[in-house]
């Protein structure tokens, strides 16, 4: 599938701002669970975190793995022929994964437990848990902007290419 250039740098804006606002958003659940660690009433933190996670977070998420698999099919920056791109993919993949999987279904449960009557404390343990998660999604996020807009020459060799190059002479300068 080869896409216009119009509609190529509409999928390309689409998934620049899905993945700048997962980022926005995870930068929101930190600040929710570095007030939940601080003290913050837990009944307003958690199931706010919660929200958060589902309704901003999560589908923001999944847009941009969507959007980032769509370019790595039409465009020359495939996965296996550079490494930036497999590296991209694969934090977006885990990351979607673990959000998906973990983070909004333990947040949801701890929103519930905060809300129940009689009231369910969350852990120690868990509040730092809801601080680094976000904390080590925006670094790998952020390395993943960085990724995309630097596109460093991390690129594979493929099979034509090493051919073509050993049947090239040395030149050597004198």
Same mark, same amino acid.
């Given at each position: 599938?080869? *896409?216009?250039?119009?509609?190529?740098?509409?999928?390309?804006?689409?998934?620049?701002? @899905?993945?700048?606002?997962?980022?926005?958003?995870?930068?929101?659940?930190? @600040?929710?669970?570095?007030?939940?660690?601080?003290?913050?009433?837990?009944?307003t933190v958690?199931?706010? %975190?919660?929200?958060?996670?589902?309704?901003?977070?999560?589908?923001?998420?999944?847009?941009?793995?969507?959007?980032?698999?769509?370019?790595? @099919?039409?465009?020359? &920056?495939?996965? &296996? !022929?550079?490494?930036?791109?497999?590296?991209?993919?694969?934090?977006?993949?885990?990351?979607?994964?673990?959000?998906?999987?973990?983070?909004?279904?333990?947040?949801? !449960?701890?929103?519930? @437990?905060?809300?129940?009557?009689?009231?369910d404390p969350?852990?120690?343990?868990?509040?730092?848990?809801?601080?680094l998660a976000?904390?080590?999604?925006?670094? *790998?996020?952020?390395?993943?902007?960085?990724?995309?807009?630097?596109?460093?020459? *991390?690129? !594979?060799?493929?099979?034509?290419?090493?051919?073509?190059?050993?049947? %090239?002479?040395?030149?050597?300068?004198?």
């Open positions: 599938m080869v *896409l216009r250039p119009r509609e190529h740098m509409l999928l390309l804006t689409i998934h620049v701002t @899905a993945t700048v606002a997962v980022l926005g958003a995870d930068l929101a659940l930190l @600040a929710l669970g570095i007030a939940g660690l601080r003290g913050t009433d837990p009944r958690y199931p706010a %975190a919660h929200l958060v996670g589902q309704w901003l977070a999560a589908p923001l998420a999944v847009a941009s793995l969507a959007s980032g698999v769509l370019l790595a @099919a039409i465009t020359t &920056f495939k996965p &296996f !022929r550079h490494r930036w791109v497999t590296i991209k993919g694969s934090i977006t993949v885990v990351l979607t994964g673990l959000l998906l999987a973990v983070l909004v279904p333990g947040l949801g !449960r701890a929103g519930d @437990a905060v809300t129940a009557t009689p009231p969350v852990t120690h343990t868990q509040q730092i848990l809801y601080v976000p904390a080590g999604a925006a670094v *790998l996020l952020a390395v993943n902007v960085a990724l995309g807009m630097y596109k460093p020459r *991390l690129r !594979r060799q493929v099979a034509h290419e090493t051919h073509s190059a050993a049947a %090239a002479p040395l030149v050597t300068d004198p």
